[in-house]
């Protein structure tokens, strides 16, 4: 099952919405539709989607506390819903999806270099060391166009930090 993800294109955050979830409860019943914005208030109606019951996976109720959260502290941004690959919502520039952040809990999938710099990385030796540490490293880690772009983001961003 694809992955779908609300996005705050304001912050430039993202979180995973519940995949088979998410498409039962607010995509199949059309409450929600890819590449579009939201309306977080019909979100929160949606009972169905919040009350797991019995039968839910542990990941569920982790996650829809996270959901939860995320929603309250966006809903006056612009979020989207949406499946990364689509056309609809992805960035057309592939070095664009460099300044987002996942925020769910435990090891993100993306990484902005403000987050990077909030890690505690002052220098890019720092990046390679967190990215070693990692279970899993960044979806771009090992792309060279990818990292290079991503080293001068970080850097810049760390330029900035110290002005």
Known sequence: MTT???ACTDC???IDAGKRWCFTHLEQPALVEAG???????????????????SAVGWLNTLLPQVRAFLLTHRTHRILFGKPGDDDFEPDDPHEVLLWDDVAAGEPFDISAATLV???????????????Q???PVWWWGQPDLMTTARLRFESHVNRSKD
């Not at 914005?37 to 019951?53: K, L, M, Q």
């Open 36 to 54: 579009q914005a939201v309306d977080v208030d019909r979100i929160f109606a949606t009972t169905s989607y919040w009350d797991t019951g019995d």
């Open 4 to 6: 779908r993800l609300f």
């Open 118 to 132: 909030s890690a505690g990385c002052n220098h890019w030796a720092d990046v390679e060391k967190y990215m070693r």
């Open 12 to 14: 430039k955050k993202y």
């Open 134 to 136: 990692r279970e899993f």
